[in-house]
């Protein structure tokens, strides 16, 4: 049974990026470049929540307070859940020295400032991201920073812009943000990873995906977009390794892929629509903020061959943390969830 609303190329995109991710973190060769699906999730992230923010100023509904209680309860509950559990562990696993260490990142998971907390220690590719259990969710800091500040810019643009000029402005801080991300990769990578101004402009393109629609007269049309979304990703295997300067302007190739796919709206592509990713897609923020401490546990204990069980656990803790967790009915709150 279909929903007519729904984004099933959407969701299968998710499915992909969080695949990718989690490949490459279990260390599967040939998946070098998985940290792309990072991201494609940006761009996602900024397409949906770009669509809320203005369709509700457009209805005269948009609380700034409910947008951020319907998204923090979806983001946060999860994430407090598995964070309990990283304490619970590290306390009969890891050294007093390291726990302080785990305690530190722990609250700065929970209060999405963690990037900005790793950014300080060390590089994401170092070998000593594999004691931090937690160190995935600097991607998450970086979206719930852009969640903060976006629809405080946009609903100011509102007041005094034309829609059109609000949209110029929108464009303008994509390219602020991408000029800036190529200068401050070149500069120093480590601060371009984790920080939110030269991550702004992939979401912003998302944004811009839902600002500026293209109208696609066919079906034929759709199609090709989508595919040539589809191909760049795929170039992206081939292009993109961990010694790649990254974000810097290599990541526009995922980034617009992902773009190209958002903007073709195409729903009917099994490649994207169909059983597997419409359920690892509604199950991918729970699989994504599983699977990097699983990586970390195998690590720990030396477990030879551990993405053959850590993979399928990443994917069944996901499902049972989506089920259980994420759809979690806070009844006061349900009306708010878009």
């Avoid at 590290?90 to 530190?104: C, E, I």
């Avoid at 629609?213 to 760049?232: D, M």
Wanted: proline fraction near 3%; charge should be positive.
């Amino acid at each position: 049974m279909h929903n007519k609303n729904f984004r099933y190329d959407i969701n299968g995109l998710r499915a992909y990026a969080v695949i990718l991710v989690v490949l490459f973190h279990f260390g599967i060769i040939g998946f070098a470049a998985g940290f792309i699906g990072v991201d494609i999730f940006f761009v996602i992230s900024g397409f949906l929540m770009t669509s809320i923010v203005i369709k509700s100023l457009d209805k005269g509904n948009f609380s700034l307070l409910k947008f951020y209680l319907a998204r923090g309860i979806r983001i946060v509950t999860a994430l407090f859940v598995v964070s309990t559990i990283v304490l619970i562990l590290g306390w009969f696993l890891v050294l007093p020295t390291d726990y302080k260490a785990l305690a530190k990142h722990t609250l700065s998971s929970i209060n999405f400032f963690s990037n900005i907390v790793y950014w300080r220690e060390s590089g994401y590719f170092d070998t000593d991201s594999h004691n931090k259990a937690l160190l995935h969710t600097w991607s998450l800091s970086v979206e719930w920073q852009f969640y903060i500040f976006f629809p405080i810019i946009i609903i100011a643009l509102k007041k005094f812009l034309s829609f059109r000029n609000l949209k110029l402005v929108v464009l303008g801080l994509f390219l602020a943000s991408f000029i800036y991300c190529i200068y401050a990769t070149y500069k120093d990578s480590k601060t371009a990873y984790f920080l939110l101004t030269s991550r702004a402009w992939e979401m912003l393109l998302g944004g811009l995906a839902f600002l500026y629609p293209w109208s696609l007269k066919n079906k034929l049309h759709q199609i090709i977009t989508q595919c040539l979304g589809i191909v760049l990703i795929i170039a992206s295997y081939f292009l993109i390794s961990k010694d790649t300067p990254w974000p810097g302007y290599m990541a526009l190739i995922p980034v617009l892929g992902a773009y190209l796919i958002v903007v073709a709206n195409y729903q009917n592509n099994f490649l994207i629509n169909n059983p597997i990713s419409n359920s690892i897609g509604k199950w991918s923020y729970s699989i994504y903020v599983w699977h990097w401490p699983l990586v970390v546990l195998g690590f720990y204990f030396a477990f030879e061959s551990w993405w053959i069980y850590g993979i399928p656990l990443s994917i069944l803790l996901g499902f049972l943390s989506y089920q259980f967790i994420e759809k979690i009915n806070f009844s006061r709150y349900s009306s708010w969830k878009e």
